[in-house]
């Protein structure tokens, strides 16, 4: 009681200032404060001077290689002709629009999944039923009178995209059930799921995708080929899934014993006890580490270049070693590239942040 | 946890490719899909590099059109598989494309070990050095303790090698990962030298900022023929890529280009009636259509013609036709007689 007593007569804590950048004393308090703050002032402001001169000032916005070649800032005109090709690589030039429509489709499904308003089963069922199959076709054709473009004429950014966000979205689940698994009470599933995570774990991802390129298909009987983006998908799901596996783990081991007890106690079975109760919390723990691990994982599938897929970093590669601008193009090639990976890194990182603060729940 | 694996495993088969017969001949797997599959470098400025559009252009692109013109009467019916050095084998060998046109050595235990088989010479290459002029030095055998930019991976760092044990030399390699670093490394100065094959260093030297103050030093230090390739014990198709790239050299040789093959057609020449399917029926015998040489130059031109217009004098590369020319003309490109 006198616990409770204490924090009602407890003054009233300040109101946090307006503020964005906090109070200007903090910055300027001390000498020492005003020095330091001083210095990276003027630092940042000779970054951003140099990269202005190099974006704009000096730049060059139309001609040719030769203009470029001259000039010392960025070569615009590089980005231009080249853009479409970066973007989508490969696939036929007259139905590129098919691509772009599945990228924005992509994004669009993506865009409206991320508001709670609209999470549900149906959502789910959703992207599985209508969205995904949808993609495939618009990328594959074949029917409905579209012109069938084979896999390995799929590259660019789509082919980044799917690689990714398929991979990781079906890894996901996966992953959940390889955890539930390795914290089973039955210890041949147990086992199971310790042998699966700790091998693939203990490989390096480069390896997965030449198992499943180079060595697969020679062990396949003659003439039955799967699709090499299909194995390098597989390939990538399946380690995404080991990982997931081992930070979801560490959520459950969050969630007090008590709580199973107490739902077996009140009837639920194991998978209503997980579902509703265990889950929900450490799901809602794990959510930074799962981020992080999902952005390394974006960036990781640049590494299917080594098995010959011609992803989004491989097309902007193949752009800059293009005669007409070889050897004069070569930042502003990898400056498109970091620009797109930061962009799409940087807006699951802003999202992450958004999740955490919509499960935050005030008990503590 | 099963069944999530055997959904994934059930996903995998049914968006696998349709199986083929085993027994089919690659000719008839090609003419079934309607298109050649063929693999290629991604970004090989001059041999197979993507255009603007993402459409394949350089002389290995060229060899695969003219395989496909010899089949179908259409040297777009290709869809182009960008292979690495990593994987370039094994997509042959597990049939994942017919031929493979991608600057690649014809070597013994290439031939004899790999399952595959290699086609006629279509571009002799070698390795060299390319020096700086103000370096001083006109041959190879005066570097000495020089630094050498190179790329791994490859027989280039083993030729080198070979080449300074056998004089004696002295010499330190510096290998980079991607040719965009070493070509930056050896311009910054960080090497003396830069070693690649000649029809490579052509491509390096055109994007220096003064091309005129490098020179690429007179040794060739390896052989370098490069060819198509193909799986091995199907005889027909072997013949088919084999005859279509003599095909190319034979038109040069005959003074057939791709302005002209429609007058020719109705040349006096014996030879020229029998390569354009005017007269006999080759094209029968290796189960193509009797066009087949027609189709062959009316869609890539002949030899030369492949040749200027992808790496010769024309080009960014500037290759002169060395010993690429034809054998008449002091050079090793030579087809069998076309009867």
Same mark, same amino acid.
């Given at each position: 009681?006198?616990?409770?007593?204490?924090?009602?007569?407890?003054?009233?804590q300040?109101?946090?200032?307006?503020?964005?950048?906090?109070?200007?004393?903090?910055?300027?308090?001390?000498?020492?404060?005003?020095?330091?703050?001083?210095l990276?002032?003027?630092?940042?402001?000779?970054?951003?001077k140099?990269?202005?001169?190099?974006?704009?000032?000096?730049?060059? *916005?139309?001609?040719?290689?030769?203009?470029?070649?001259?000039?010392?800032?960025?070569?615009w005109?590089?980005?231009?002709?080249?853009?479409?090709?970066m973007?989508?690589?490969?696939?036929p030039?007259?139905?590129?629009?098919?691509?772009?429509?599945?990228?924005?489709?992509?994004?669009?499904?993506?865009?409206?999944?991320?508001?709670?308003?609209f999470?549900s089963?149906?959502?789910?069922?959703?992207?599985?039923?209508?969205?995904?199959?949808?993609?495939?076709?618009?990328m594959?054709?074949?029917?409905?009178?579209?012109?069938?473009?084979?896999?390995?004429?799929?590259?660019?950014?789509?082919?980044? *995209?799917?690689?990714?966000?398929?991979?990781?979205?079906?890894?996901?689940?996966?992953?959940?059930?390889?955890?539930?698994?390795?914290?089973?009470?039955?210890?041949a599933?147990?086992?199971?799921?310790?042998?699966?995570?700790?091998?693939?774990?203990?490989?390096?991802?480069?390896?997965?995708?030449f198992?499943?390129?180079?060595?697969?298909?020679?062990?396949?009987?003659?003439?039955?080929?799967?699709?090499?983006?299909?194995?390098?998908?597989?390939?990538i799901?399946?380690?995404a899934?080991?990982?997931?596996?081992?930070?979801?783990?560490?959520?459950?081991? +969050?969630?007090?014993?008590?709580?199973?007890?107490?739902?077996?106690?009140?009837?639920?079975?194991?998978?209503?006890?997980?579902? !509703?109760?265990?889950?929900?919390?450490?799901?809602?723990?794990v959510?930074?580490?799962?981020?992080?691990?999902?952005?390394?994982?974006?960036?990781?599938?640049?590494?299917?270049?080594?098995?010959?897929?011609?992803?989004f970093?491989?097309?902007?590669?193949?752009a800059?070693?293009?005669?007409?601008?070889?050897?004069?193009?070569?930042?502003?090639?990898?400056?498109?590239?970091?620009?797109?990976?930061f962009t799409?890194?940087?807006?699951?990182g802003?999202?992450?942040?958004?999740?955490?603060?919509?499960?935050?729940?005030?008990?503590? | 946890?099963?069944?999530?694996?055997?959904?994934?495993?059930?996903?995998?088969?049914?968006?696998?490719?349709?199986?083929?017969?085993? /027994?089919?001949?690659?000719l008839?797997?090609? !003419?079934?899909?309607?298109?050649?599959?063929?693999?290629?470098?991604?970004?090989?400025?001059?041999?197979?590099?993507? +255009?603007?559009?993402?459409?394949?252009?350089?002389? +290995?692109?060229?060899?695969?059109?003219?395989?496909?013109? /010899?089949?179908f009467?259409?040297?777009? &019916?290709?869809? *182009?598989?960008?292979?690495?050095?990593?994987?370039? *084998?094994?997509?042959?060998?597990s049939?994942?494309? +017919?031929?493979?046109?991608?600057?690649?050595?014809?070597?013994?235990?290439?031939?004899?070990?790999?399952?595959?088989?290699?086609?006629p010479?279509?571009?002799?290459?070698?390795?060299?050095?390319?020096?700086?002029?103000?370096l001083?030095?006109?041959?190879?055998?005066?570097?000495?303790?020089?630094?050498?930019?190179?790329?791994?991976?490859?027989?280039?760092?083993?030729?080198?090698?070979?080449?300074?044990?056998?004089?004696?030399?002295?010499?330190?390699?510096?290998?980079?990962?991607?040719?965009?670093?070493?070509?930056?490394?050896?311009?910054?100065?960080?090497?003396e030298?830069?070693t690649?094959?000649?029809?490579?260093?052509?491509?390096?030297?055109?994007? /220096?900022?003064?091309?005129?103050d490098?020179?690429?030093l007179?040794?060739?230090?390896? &052989?370098?023929?490069?060819?198509?390739?193909?799986?091995?014990?199907?005889?027909?198709?072997g013949?088919?890529?084999?005859?279509?790239?003599?095909?190319?050299?034979?038109?040069?040789?005959?003074?057939?280009?791709?302005?002209?093959?429609?007058?020719?057609?109705?040349?006096?020449?014996?030879?020229?009636?029998?390569?354009?399917?005017?007269?006999?029926?080759?094209?029968?015998?290796?189960?193509?259509?009797?066009?087949w040489?027609?189709?062959?130059? &009316?869609s890539?031109?002949?030899?030369?013609?492949?040749?200027?217009?992808?790496?010769?004098e024309?080009?960014?590369?500037?290759?002169?036709?060395?010993?690429?020319?034809?054998?008449?003309?002091?050079?090793?490109?030579?087809?069998?007689?076309?009867?």
């Amino acid at each position: 009681m006198a616990d409770v007593q204490m924090l009602v007569l407890a003054p009233p804590q300040p109101a946090p200032t307006a503020q964005r950048f906090g109070k200007l004393s903090a910055y300027f308090g001390t000498p020492g404060n005003t020095i330091i703050s001083m210095l990276s002032i003027a630092g940042m402001f000779f970054i951003a001077k140099l990269a202005f001169g190099w974006l704009v000032i000096d730049a060059v *916005f139309s001609g040719a290689g030769e203009a470029c070649k001259a000039a010392s800032g960025a070569c615009w005109p590089f980005v231009v002709q080249k853009l479409r090709y970066m973007v989508f690589g490969f696939y036929p030039y007259e139905e590129q629009w098919r691509p772009l429509l599945a990228l924005l489709l992509l994004f669009s499904v993506c865009g409206v999944s991320m508001v709670p308003r609209f999470w549900s089963r149906n959502l789910l069922l959703v992207w599985i039923v209508v969205i995904l199959p949808v993609l495939y076709i618009l990328m594959a054709g074949g029917v409905f009178g579209l012109t069938p473009v084979a896999t390995t004429s799929w590259g660019g950014l789509p082919l980044s *995209f799917m690689l990714s966000f398929v991979g990781l979205t079906l890894a996901l689940p996966l992953g959940i059930v390889l955890a539930l698994a390795r914290a089973s009470n039955l210890p041949a599933i147990r086992v199971l799921a310790v042998g699966f995570i700790e091998i693939v774990r203990g490989v390096p991802l480069i390896s997965i995708l030449f198992m499943a390129t180079v060595m697969l298909p020679l062990f396949m009987p003659d003439g039955v080929t799967i699709d090499k983006l299909v194995r390098a998908q597989v390939a990538i799901i399946l380690f995404a899934s080991a990982y997931i596996a081992e930070i979801v783990r560490g959520g459950l081991q +969050d969630v007090p014993a008590g709580q199973v007890e107490a739902g077996k106690s009140l009837g639920l079975h194991y998978w209503q006890v997980m579902r !509703k109760i265990v889950l929900p919390q450490a799901l809602k723990k794990v959510i930074p580490p799962m981020v992080g691990l999902f952005i390394g994982f974006f960036q990781d599938t640049t590494l299917v270049t080594i098995v010959g897929l011609v992803d989004f970093l491989d097309t902007v590669r193949a752009a800059i070693r293009d005669p007409e601008w070889q050897g004069i193009a070569v930042l502003e090639g990898y400056l498109v590239a970091a620009a797109v990976y930061f962009t799409f890194s940087a807006l699951m990182g802003a999202y992450s942040r958004f999740l955490e603060r919509y499960f935050r729940t005030t008990h503590a | 946890m099963k069944q999530a694996l055997l959904s994934i495993c059930a996903a995998a088969l049914g968006l696998a490719a349709a199986g083929s017969a085993s /027994a089919a001949t690659t000719l008839e797997t090609v !003419k079934a899909r309607g298109k050649l599959v063929c693999g290629v470098s991604l970004a090989t400025p001059g041999f197979a590099a993507p +255009d603007d559009k993402g459409r394949m252009q350089g002389f +290995d692109a060229d060899i695969c059109r003219s395989i496909a013109a /010899a089949v179908f009467g259409d040297g777009d &019916k290709v869809e *182009f598989v960008p292979t690495n050095i990593n994987t370039r *084998f094994q997509a042959l060998q597990s049939g994942e494309i +017919d031929v493979l046109s991608r600057q690649t050595t014809h070597t013994f235990s290439r031939d004899a070990s790999l399952g595959l088989d290699f086609g006629p010479t279509v571009f002799y290459d070698g390795q060299g050095l390319m020096v700086p002029k103000s370096l001083g030095v006109s041959s190879a055998k005066e570097l000495t303790e020089a630094a050498i930019c190179t790329l791994p991976g490859t027989t280039t760092a083993q030729n080198i090698s070979d080449f300074f044990r056998a004089i004696n030399g002295k010499f330190e390699l510096v290998v980079f990962e991607s040719p965009d670093e070493n070509r930056a490394a050896f311009y910054s100065g960080r090497c003396e030298a830069i070693t690649s094959d000649r029809s490579d260093l052509a491509s390096i030297r055109a994007v /220096a900022n003064n091309p005129a103050d490098y020179i690429v030093l007179p040794e060739t230090i390896s &052989k370098e023929p490069l060819a198509p390739a193909f799986r091995q014990n199907d005889s027909q198709w072997g013949d088919i890529v084999s005859w279509s790239v003599w095909m190319l050299m034979a038109a040069e040789e005959k003074g057939i280009t791709q302005a002209n093959v429609d007058e020719k057609l109705k040349s006096e020449d014996p030879d020229v009636q029998r390569m354009l399917g005017a007269t006999e029926e080759l094209g029968k015998m290796l189960g193509l259509d009797n066009k087949w040489g027609y189709n062959v130059i &009316k869609s890539v031109g002949n030899y030369g013609e492949v040749f200027e217009r992808n790496v010769g004098e024309g080009t960014k590369l500037g290759l002169t036709r060395g010993p690429n020319a034809l054998w008449n003309a002091g050079g090793l490109i030579y087809s069998p007689p076309i009867r």
